[in-house]
């Protein structure tokens, strides 16, 4: 089972100021993932230091990366089955 916290989101939230500790809850609760958003890549960065290895999805990294995201190595696309 695949579980994944929501540390944060791109538009302004009450989980903004949070996120970083959501993402430590997240790992210490043994989650698989965090959700963060593409849109924003210096949350991403950060919330990266505090959760390591762990599965970070990002929904809209397509529209952030304007099409370019086949140029992107340091980026895995998946498809999580329905």
Do not use: N
Not at 1 to 8: D, G, I, K, R, S
Not at 44 to 64: E, K, M
């Amino acid at each position: 089972m695949l579980v994944c916290v929501v540390a944060t989101r791109s538009e302004p939230t009450f989980t903004a100021p949070v996120a970083e500790d959501l993402a430590k809850i997240a790992v210490k609760a043994g989650a698989s993932g965090i959700v963060a958003p593409a849109t924003r890549p210096e949350r991403v960065r950060r919330l990266r230091a505090v959760v390591g290895d762990l599965l970070i999805l990002t929904p809209g990294a397509a529209a952030a990366l304007e099409g370019r995201w086949s140029e992107r190595e340091d980026i895995v696309w998946v498809s999580l089955p329905e």
